[in-house]
C-alpha cells in the first residue's frame, strides 16, 4: 500500500492575461518584446490538503470525497502510460482519507490528479518527474503554481508561458516564515469558476493592460519577495493585499467585482478592519486567506469570524505553509 499526502494551493493572482502570441512595447512603444501568458504567485499550505492511499485490486475503485474525479484521473492517467510505456498495470483500489473542497480555489484538482499520478507511478515502479505527471493527468495548462508547488511547496513565482502546449517555468521558490499562520475562510453553497464557464472566461481577458501587468511585476519583485526574505510580516502583508486586489481586477467583469462574492468582499473588509493587511481571495475563489504574523493572532482572528459571520471549524480554519513537496509513504 502507498499513501500519498499533497498540501493546498494558494493562488494570489495572475501577473499577465495577455493574448498568445502578442507582443509587449517596448520603451519607444513598438510592439517588439515577445509576451508571456499567465504567470502567478501562490504559497503551498498545510491544509486542507489531500490524502490518499492506493493498493492494487482486481478492478479500479475509489471511495472517499472526490472518489469518482479520483478514478477519473486514475483511468486517464492509466490509458496514456499504456499508449507510451510497454508493462504490467494493475488497477488499484483508491482511498480518499482527507480532500479539500473543489473549485475552492485551493488547486484541489490538480493536487489529487498529481497525488493519484504519484501513487501509480509508484505502484507500477514507473519513474516519472512531476512535469510528466502533470501531463498525463491533464493538469497544468494555465497556470502551474500548483504543478511546481506540488514538487517543492513554499511560496512560488511562475513566469507565464510562450507556448500554450508547455509548463510554465518556475522562476522562484522559497521557504515561508515558519511562525507565520494561514486563516482560511472557506464558505460552504459558494463556488468559483471552473471547467467550461473558466475556459469562457479566460477568453474574454485577452489584452488585458500592461500596466496592470507591470504593477504586479514591480508587486512581486519589490514588494512580496524582499519582504519574504527579510521576515518583514507588515510589508509583507500590504504587497500582498495590493497584488491581489490589482489581479482581481483585470476580472471583474466576469466575477462581478474584484472578488467573486458580496460575502468575499465583506470577509476581506473585516479582516482588515482587524489589523491584519495581507487578505485576498485565492484564485477564482471562493476561499479567502488571511496571513497572520503568529498562532496567536491566527488564533484571535479565527474566533472572531466565526462570531461575526456565523461560521464552524471547518469554514474557518488555522494552517501554516507547506514548505516541502508532496510526501509519498509505502505503508
Not at 517588439?32 to 493498493?55: A, C, D, K, N, Y
Not at 468559483?192 to 475556459?199: I, R
Not at 512580496?224 to 486586489?245: G, K, M, Q
Not at 473585516?270 to 487578505?279: K, S, T
Request: include cysteine; aromatic fraction near 8%; charged fraction near 20%.
Amino acid at each position: 500500500m502507498i499513501r500519498v499526502r499533497a498540501p493546498s494551493r494558494l493562488h494570489f493572482g495572475l501577473l499577465s492575461v495577455t493574448a498568445p502570441g502578442a507582443l509587449w512595447p517596448d520603451r519607444l512603444s513598438q510592439p517588439t518584446v515577445p509576451s508571456r501568458q499567465f504567470g502567478g504567485v501562490g504559497l503551498m499550505v498545510e491544509s486542507p490538503g489531500i490524502h490518499l492511499s492506493m493498493r492494487t485490486a482486481p478492478a479500479w475503485s475509489a471511495e472517499g470525497p472526490l472518489a469518482e474525479r479520483a478514478l477519473a484521473f486514475a483511468r486517464h492517467f492509466a490509458e496514456q502510460i499504456q499508449a507510451e510505456r510497454e508493462g504490467n498495470f494493475p488497477p488499484q483500489h483508491i482511498l480518499i482519507e482527507q480532500a479539500a473542497p473543489e473549485h475552492a480555489g485551493l488547486g484541489t484538482g490538480t493536487q489529487l490528479g498529481l497525488a493519484v499520478g504519484r501513487a501509480l507511478a509508484e505502484a507500477w515502479g514507473v519513474r516519472l518527474d512531476v512535469p510528466t505527471l502533470a501531463r498525463l493527468v491533464g493538469r497544468g495548462r494555465r497556470s502551474a503554481l500548483g504543478v511546481h508547488g506540488f514538487e517543492h511547496g513554499g511560496f512560488l513565482v511562475e513566469a507565464g508561458k510562450r507556448d500554450p502546449e508547455a509548463l510554465a517555468p518556475l522562476v522562484l521558490q522559497m521557504p515561508f516564515p515558519e511562525s507565520w499562520r494561514i486563516v482560511l475562510v472557506i464558505p460552504s453553497g459558494l463556488q468559483g469558476v471552473s471547467g467550461k464557464s473558466e475556459a469562457e472566461a479566460f477568453a474574454h481577458l485577452s489584452g488585458a493592460g500592461n500596466l496592470q501587468t507591470d504593477a504586479l511585476c514591480r508587486l512581486t519583485l519589490l514588494g512580496l519577495v524582499p519582504a519574504l526574505i527579510e521576515a518583514d510580516w507588515r510589508a509583507f502583508s500590504e504587497a500582498l493585499y495590493d497584488f491581489n486586489a490589482r489581479a482581481g481586477e483585470a476580472f471583474a467583469r466576469v466575477q462581478g467585482g474584484v472578488y467573486s462574492h458580496a460575502f468575499v468582499a465583506e470577509v476581506v473588509a473585516f479582516v482588515r478592519g482587524q489589523g491584519i493587511a495581507g487578505v485576498g481571495q485565492s484564485s477564482w475563489g471562493p476561499t479567502v486567506f488571511a496571513v497572520t504574523s503568529d498562532e496567536r493572532q491566527a488564533l484571535a482572528l479565527a474566533v472572531r469570524l466565526r462570531e461575526c459571520f456565523g461560521l464552524n471549524e471547518q469554514q474557518v480554519l488555522i494552517t501554516r505553509a507547506c514548505n516541502r513537496g508532496a510526501q509519498l509513504e509505502p505503508i
